[in-house]
């Protein structure tokens, strides 16, 4: 019996001491992949960026009532020329509006990933390109900036 309340004991103290993982309210992304889709033409015309998310309140997305104008996920693309990343100016840019994540539930610390598929302008015709990626919560927190691995964009 003494040696059975030993065992519980040293395990209810090891269980208690057991960390617990914190998630910041500054939401954390982490780039994952970038893949090119190619049409029937065999040129790359869509490229897929998937990355991993985590908020520790949760406050990821946009609400109904946010203007249809709201952009909350931020990329930037860049082409490489002459070996090094340039910024082109573009007509439409990559910007875009991430609907509401936050659960309904008492815990709001959220984490997943999000698949974006970005078509590729026109113009770029067997190039290299990346992007710089980060997000913004509903209550302003800019989360870290990552660049994805470079993208060698296939043409017939």
């Known amino acids: 019996m003494k040696k ?3 065992v519980l004991l040293i395990a209810i103290s090891v269980y208690s001491c057991r960390k617990t993982s914190n998630i910041s309210n500054i939401p954390k992304i982490t780039f994952t992949s970038l893949t090119g889709i190619q049409y029937s033409s065999g040129k790359d015309s869509i490229a897929v960026l998937k990355f991993e998310y985590e908020d520790g309140d949760g406050d990821l997305g946009s609400l109904s009532s ?3 104008g709201y952009r909350n996920l931020f990329v930037k693309y860049m082409i490489m020329q002459n070996g090094i990343y340039i910024t082109p100016t573009l007509p439409v840019g990559f910007d875009a509006q991430i609907p509401n994540l ?4 008492k815990n709001k610390s959220i984490s997943g990933d999000i698949t974006y598929n970005l078509i590729l302008p026109p113009a770029a015709v067997s190039d290299t390109i990346k992007f710089e990626v ?3 919560d509903r ?4 989360s870290n ?5 470079p993208l060698i964009i296939t043409t017939p």
Request: no cysteine; net charge neutral.
């Open 134 to 136: 980060y997000i913004i």
């Open 139 to 142: 209550a302003n927190h800019k």
């Open 145 to 149: 900036v990552f660049e994805t691995s």
């Open 4 to 6: 059975l309340l030993f």
């Open 102 to 105: 936050t659960p309904k539930a």
């Open 66 to 68: 946010d203007s249809t």
